[in-house]
């Protein structure tokens, strides 16, 4: 059992990725308070993901769904150009969890289908990506709501898992 913590700010995506993993409606989605725990089997291995609500209210919570965490995902809205430093500040903050040691990083950058949106160097260098030397991390462009690159980023994961966790 593999258990991954998708986060990110409020209205990155968190829910309609967790959604359209689960191959459930992403066309109705509300903010989640709190949090919500689905289910996977993936290639394999069964998945926990923790959908994890980004409200700025609940963001102080987080650190208290990280027991046991495989991976985070961090979900950045590639179209807001206006708090990528609050996303930058609140990631840094959770790279310093002890529960989030040994964790690795997938940062799924989200609705990069909408034109003009940040590219992955704005978003490397603006989250200061290439700084981080505590968790191996991997950065992909996706779109919730199509899917585009959700299932690569599930292979990521259960191979960084493999290469990790499962030596003998």
């Known amino acids: ?6 986060s990110g700010l409020d209205n990155a995506g968190k829910t309609t990725i967790v959604k359209q993993i689960m191959k459930e409606d992403v066309t109705t989605v509300s903010p989640t308070l ?3 725990i689905k289910t996977i089997d993936f ?6 993901i923790w ?9 102080s919570y987080w650190k208290n769904y990280f027991e046991k965490t495989d991976t985070l995902v961090w979900v950045v ?6 708090r990528v430093d609050d996303c930058r500040d609140e990631l840094a903050g959770l790279l310093l969890e002890e529960r989030l040691m040994g964790a690795s990083l997938l940062i799924f950058l989200n609705k990069t289908d909408v034109e003009g949106c ?4 704005e978003v490397r260098e603006r989250l200061r990506l290439d700084s981080i030397k505590t968790h191996k991390w991997t950065i992909l462009h996706c779109s919730a709501m199509t899917g585009k690159n959700l299932h ?8 960084d898992a493999k290469d990790r966790l499962f030596l003998y």
Do not use: H, P, S
């Open 1 to 6: 059992m593999l258990t991954i913590d998708a």
């Open 34 to 36: 709190g949090f919500i």
């Open 43 to 48: 290639e394999g291995y069964r998945l926990n």
């Open 51 to 59: 959908d994890v609500g980004g409200q700025k209210t609940l963001r």
């Open 77 to 82: 809205d590639a179209t807001d150009r206006l």
């Open 118 to 121: 940040m590219t992955e160097d």
């Open 152 to 159: 690569e980023g599930l292979q990521w994961v259960v191979q």
